[in-house]
């Protein structure tokens, strides 16, 4: 039964496709069955592993109105062991017409079933708000990556983000939990850098990965090239630190 991880952050541009893509693809790479979830309608994620976004005729706007079941709408990927349910634009507009549905809360939870049983892991990459595609992505989980970049006020909104967890876990899904807090996108040169990992450890312990995402070239490259970094470039730091982080989430271990 696969273990189905979302990736949240009502905040962009803090490195959560570039973790859904690169946890998933490093998960793989480690002969875990990975399944990767794309709900954002921007659909980076998709077009992060070499899926032409435009291209995609079944996408997870599909899922959401339930006009496929999900096993016609996943494509393999560029790795071995790593699947895609696709987004794209399509999706934009769900929400609306989702509004009558009842327990429209609960589609992504329904509609991944299916196939919990085939996967090892399930990545979920939700939108940069806290709307009803990312409560979906939180209803399905069992638990929540919560990316952290390294900059001033990296923690401004965090409070809204957990008090929606904690509603979803009150109302919704009572058996979410915070699986870690990532940071991402640090300079340890800086002292900026260095206090807010100092700040965030003091916050949240041993939720935090010993892990930490550094600014590199080639992680913020590899998606214009539509490769996640193991195939992008492997020997880079990036690809190094994504690798240890996976190592954490197999060990289910963040000390």
Do not use: W
């Amino acid at each position: 039964m696969a273990k189905v991880v979302c990736i949240c952050n009502q905040k962009g541009g803090v490195g959560k496709t570039t973790t859904a893509v690169n946890l998933a693809s490093c998960l793989a790479v480690k002969h875990k069955k990975v399944l990767l979830v794309d709900i954002d309608p921007q659909a980076n994620a998709t077009s992060a592993v070499g899926i032409e976004k435009r291209g995609v005729e079944k996408s997870t706007y599909q899922l959401f109105i339930r006009s496929y079941p999900i096993q016609e709408i996943i494509l393999p990927s560029q790795i071995d062991n790593l699947d895609v349910v696709p987004s794209n634009l399509h999706l934009t507009g769900v929400e609306v017409e989702l509004v009558d549905q009842p327990r429209r809360e609960y589609i992504l939870r329904e509609t991944l079933s299916p196939v919990r049983e085939k996967y090892d892991f399930i990545i979920i990459d939700s939108p940069p708000s806290l709307s009803l595609l990312a409560i979906n992505g939180l209803v399905a989980a069992d638990s929540v990556m919560i990316p952290l970049q390294c900059e001033y006020l990296a923690m401004e909104g965090l409070s809204q983000l957990l008090d929606t967890i904690r509603l979803v876990r009150d109302n919704l899904n009572e058996a979410l939990e915070i699986e870690g807090v990532l940071l991402t996108m640090a300079d340890m040169k800086t002292r900026l850098s260095r206090e807010i990992v100092a700040e965030v450890r003091n916050f949240f312990g041993e939720k935090v990965y010993k892990t930490v995402i550094p600014r590199n070239i080639a992680l913020g490259e590899a998606p214009s090239f539509g490769k996640p970094i193991v195939l992008y470039d492997k020997l880079s730091l990036g690809a190094a630190r994504y690798s240890a982080l996976a190592e954490e989430v197999l060990a289910g271990h963040h000390k």
